[in-house]
């Protein structure tokens, strides 16, 4: 099947910095989300991008579907962007395969 | 906005007990799916259901799990002797594939934490 990775696996940040998270998957796809995963273990869907460039505020992403990757940026991080981050994709109706996700810390 | 509401958000139960996690998907989706996440890892695929039956199901969902939708709007997971590897938590999914926005996207609920004890 399909499969996702996504780095770093962890990353620290200072408040204020700017990080971009990397998510690779291996076969064609029409479907790719970005979750966070808040404290409270709620998936907070952040983008539904299967192709191209959508902006939410100081986050951002980009898919480029011919080369099989996305990424998601955050700028001017906050404490409160601490948590983990999800890539999970498909292809039509079939079930989401998640990454491990990348684990953010952001310190004050 | 339209959103996955799952209940109890927190479940504790004894090894061996049946439980019963409820999910109400949004109102218009077609498509409806169960994940669970055992701490620490990622997320998993458990089974989807599509036109009140079982589309696809992985390796995980075996004979204790079972799904249904009792009425037209709640989609519940099932089950039915819960062992100490089920503690996880559970998201419930909807989509609206071939609806009028032509989007593949999954909508997730909050999800239901269950502790096995």
């Known amino acids: 099947g399909i499969q996702v990775e996504q780095s770093p696996p962890d990353l620290i940040l200072q408040e204020g910095a700017n990080s971009t998270l990397r998510c690779n998957f291996s076969d064609s796809v029409n479907n790719l989300q970005w979750f966070h995963q808040n404290p409270w273990g709620q998936l907070i869907n952040l983008f539904y991008i299967p192709s191209g460039t959508k902006q939410n505020g100081r986050l951002s992403a980009t898919t480029v579907a011919t080369e099989r990757y996305s990424l998601l940026y955050i700028s001017s991080s906050q404490t409160t962007d601490s948590g983990v981050y999800f890539c999970a994709v498909n292809s039509g109706n079939t079930p989401l395969v998640f990454g491990k996700g990348t684990r953010l810390s952001v310190i004050a | 906005e339209p959103e996955v509401t799952q209940t109890p958000s927190h479940q504790v139960t004894q090894m061996g007990q049946e439980v019963i996690l409820r999910c109400v998907p949004i109102?218009?989706?077609?498509?409806f799916y169960w994940y669970r996440q055992i701490l620490g890892q990622k997320v998993e695929f458990l089974v989807s259901f599509y036109n009140n039956e079982i589309s696809e199901k992985s390796e995980i969902f075996d004979d204790q799990f079972s799904v249904e939708r009792p009425d037209g709007s709640n989609f519940t997971l099932k089950i039915r002797s819960t062992k100490l590897e089920d503690s996880a938590m559970y998201f419930c999914?909807?989509?609206?594939?071939?609806?009028?926005?032509?989007?593949?996207?999954?909508?997730f609920g909050p999800g239901t934490r269950l502790t096995v004890t």
């Open positions: 109102s218009n989706h077609l498509y």
């Open positions: 999914a909807s989509s609206e594939p071939n609806g009028a926005s032509l989007s593949y996207e999954q909508y």
